[in-house]
Structures are given as structure tokens and as C-alpha cells.
């Protein structure tokens, strides 16, 4: 494909999806994922804790919980990380109870609030039962927290393994840079896996691998710069106590998760848009090879 083509195209795309994410109420449903993630993660934590209690490894939970804040940026992570240390410290061994129960159907609700707005966003009427969709959204919950757990283990183990080659081989002691690099590498690349399985399978229909990997990559971009981004704000402009008082902590991670759900979203219209210029392309040349429309996707959708 030529540059200027391919140029034009991906123009083209990046403009249906700016009037996808504002004809779906893109914004307003970031704000209901963003405030259902906020109450969803405490629950999604006790059940964590449960988890972790359960299989005697109660101290790897804190572990796992600085992991995930480790992503955040620390103006953000802050401010409810005494709050979430709180719920880490009640013990909670066993898992078959009305509170972890409800805790898990409490967690879920967050995976429900991203199915709405992932089906928002690729258009997508959802005909499936409502008794299914909750299982799989529990479901979610369940594998997410062994996983995490599964990951907590790898970064626990993984810099004890590392210091014993050292120690065995010392040579191998330049290369811990490299090391670290594909420590947290592997994370990212668990956190988009996470964000393939979610575009591939919360919407209803089916959309491939390279339907949904150039939304992914974009969310996982756009997420590094506004977090970056918004830390930078809160470090120099952002003064969200003079405005919220108590509330300020609880308001900054509001705004952050609202960002971050804003992000994911019009990742997911992008992916969304260019499913339909693909769709597209056969019908517009074939209609501009009769001189009937222009030969851009973009433009035949404004004669439309």
C-alpha cells in the first residue's frame, strides 16, 4: 500500500472513531466504568485476600496489591493505599462465605460495566442471558485472582532465582539490567493479554486476533502518556484538596480510572471503525471503478 494511501486511511479511521466514541456516548460511559472499577476494587481485594488466606499465602496478597499500584503513578496510588493495606489486614481464610461471596459479585459488576461499554463501542446489541453473562463475569473474577497471585509469585521468585545465578555465575551479573527490563516487560505483556481476552470475548459477536490488536496497542500506549501525563498535572497544577477536601484522594483516583476507561474505549472504536472500513473497501472500489464514488472509505461514508 502506498504511504499517501495508507496515510489517508488510517486519517479516515481515526475520524470514525472520534464520531463512534461520541455517538455511543463514549465519554459518559467512561464515567459509569470508571466509578464501578472504584467500587469494585475493594471487593475484588477481599476476595483476593480470601484467595490467598485459603492457599497460605496471605503475605504474597500485599504483594500482588503493590504490583498493581506499582502501575499507578504514586500521586494516584497514594492516597487510597492505606485504605486498601486496611482491607488486606482482615483475615479472611475461608472463601465459603456470604461476604466473599458477595464480594465476588460485587468485583464482577466492574467486568459488566466494561462489557456495556466495549458493546457501545463496537456497536453490538447484547442477546445473550443475563444468568450467563454474570457466570462469565464471576468467572473473570475467579481466574483474574489466581492469576495475579500466579504473577505475585513470578516477581517474588523470580529476583530470589536471579540473585542465586549470580551468585553461581557471576558473569552473568551484567546483564541484570536486561533482566529487570524483561521482568516488567512480562507484565505488560499480562496486562495485554488481559485487554485481548476482554476486547475478543466481553462484547458480543467475535472479532479476530488482528481485529483487536491495534486498539490494544494503542490503549497500552495512550495509557503509559496519560499516566505520565496526569501524575505530571497532579505534581504541578493539580490541587484536588482545595476543591474536595477529605474527598480529594478518592476524587484523583476517580478522575485517573475515568482517563484510563476513556482510553480503553476509544481503543476499542478505533478497532471498531476499522473493522467497518475493512467491510467497506470491496464495495468502494468496486463503485469507483464505475466512477460512481470517491475512493476513499471516509468519503463514500459522507455521500452516504
Known amino acids: 500500500m502506498a504511504p499517501t494511501k495508507w496515510l489517508r486511511q488510517s486519517i479516515a479511521v481515526l475520524w470514525t472513531a472520534v464520531d463512534q466514541f461520541n455517538r455511543t456516548d463514549g465519554w459518559a460511559i467512561a464515567s459509569h466504568v470508571a466509578l464501578t472499577a472504584l467500587m469494585a476494587m475493594f471487593p475484588f481485594l477481599i476476595f483476593l485476600t480470601a484467595v490467598a488466606s485459603f492457599l497460605n499465602l496471605t503475605d504474597l496478597a500485599q504483594t500482588v496489591v503493590d504490583l498493581i499500584f506499582a502501575a499507578v503513578p504514586q500521586a494516584i496510588a497514594a492516597p487510597i493505599a492505606k485504605e486498601v493495606n486496611s482491607v488486606l489486614l482482615i483475615p479472611r481464610g475461608d472463601l465459603l462465605t456470604i461476604g466473599v461471596a458477595l464480594a465476588v459479585w460485587f ?3 466492574g467486568v459488566e460495566a466494561l462489557r456495556v461499554g466495549l458493546n457501545r463501542a463496537y456497536g453490538c446489541l447484547e442477546e445473550r442471558s443475563f444468568v450467563l453473562l454474570r457466570l462469565e463475569s ?6 483474574g485472582s489466581f492469576a495475579l497471585l500466579t504473577l505475585g509469585i513470578f516477581v517474588v521468585v523470580a529476583p530470589v532465582a536471579w540473585h542465586w545465578v549470580v551468585v553461581e555465575l557471576p558473569i552473568v551479573e551484567e546483564f541484570g539490567r536486561t533482566f529487570a527490563i524483561l521482568r516488567w516487560g512480562g507484565t505488560l505483556t499480562i496486562l495485554g493479554g488481559a485487554l485481548l481476552i476482554a476486547h475478543m470475548w466481553l462484547p458480543s459477536g467475535r472479532r ?4 483487536v490488536l491495534p486498539g490494544v496497542v494503542i490503549t497500552l500506549s495512550a495509557w503509559i502518556l496519560g499516566g ?3 501524575a505530571t498535572y497532579l505534581s504541578n497544577f493539580g490541587n484536588y484538596a482545595s476543591t474536595y477536601a477529605g474527598l480529594a484522594g478518592v476524587m484523583t483516583a476517580l478522575v485517573f480510572l475515568y482517563l484510563i476507561a476513556a482510553i480503553l474505549l476509544f481503543g476499542a472504536s478505533i478497532n471498531a471503525a476499522r473493522i467497518e ?3 467497506m473497501e470491496p464495495l468502494v472500489e468496486q463503485l469507483a471503478s464505475h466512477g460512481e464514488v470517491p475512493t476513499e472509505p471516509a468519503e463514500a461514508d459522507a455521500g452516504r
Open 277 to 279: 472500513h475493512k467491510k
Open 208 to 211: 479476530t486476533l488482528g481485529e
Open 228 to 230: 505520565v501525563g496526569f
Open 107 to 109: 468485583a464482577s459488576n
Open 138 to 143: 464471576i468467572g473473570f473474577v475467579v481466574i
